[in-house]
Each structure stands twice: as C-alpha cells, then as structure tokens.
C-alpha cells in the first residue's frame, strides 16, 4: 500500500500554532475518513482527527477539540491539521491514513519552552 507523506511538524513553543500537511495521489478520493493520530514516545497511537471527503463532517479527540482544525485541498490531495495553543502533552510524532494506504511516517511536533 501506498505510504502517504506528512510535513509541517517541528519545535514550538507553548501557546503557538502549526499546520500539519498530508499528501498522497488520490489520497482525499475515496469514500473512507481521513484520519490523523499521533503517538508520543512510550505511548500508543492516539486517534486526534477525523474529516469525512463526502460531506465534510468532522471529529476531534477531546485532548484537541477547540484547538485543532482538520481540512481538505481535494484539488491537492491533501489533508491539514491546523493546532493551535499547542500543550507540551501535544509533543508526539503526528500521522495520517486513509482507507488503502498505509499509515505514514509521520511528522515530529515538539512543544517545549
């Protein structure tokens, strides 16, 4: 299966903004949800954010809801996720999936002051 390709990540601190980017040929075309998880070291992945390509609905995990914005560039095939006031329990290295491809490699968020 096709591996899509995370960007965006990097060191920031408390309080501050980033905009993850996900990318894969005809990544946001099917009918499943695209889905962001994380995962810290030592920890299980964590499913973040979830956004339907048919009627845009979306989901968040509590530790992010209010602060994060999941979106599509359907012409880019590509899924964002806006995070806001990061926290340094957001620190994790953040993937994403869709049905058919693999999860990514992800890209590392580190929130430290």
């Known amino acids: 299966q096709v591996q899509p390709v995370e960007s965006g990540g990097g060191l920031v601190q408390p309080g501050g903004s980033l905009r993850l980017s996900c990318t894969a040929p005809?990544?946001?075309?099917?009918?499943?949800?695209l889905l962001w998880s994380r995962q810290a070291a030592g920890k299980q992945r964590e499913w973040v954010s979830s956004i339907s390509p048919t009627d845009g609905r979306t989901s968040y995990a509590d530790s992010v809801k209010g602060r994060a914005t999941i979106s599509t560039d359907k012409a880019k095939d590509t899924v964002y996720l806006q995070m806001n006031s990061l926290k340094p329990e957001d620190t994790a290295t953040y993937s994403c999936?869709?049905?058919?491809?693999?999860w990514g490699q992800g890209t590392q968020v580190t929130v430290s002051s």
């Open positions: 005809g990544f946001t075309s099917n009918r499943c949800s």
């Open positions: 999936k869709t049905c058919g491809y693999d």
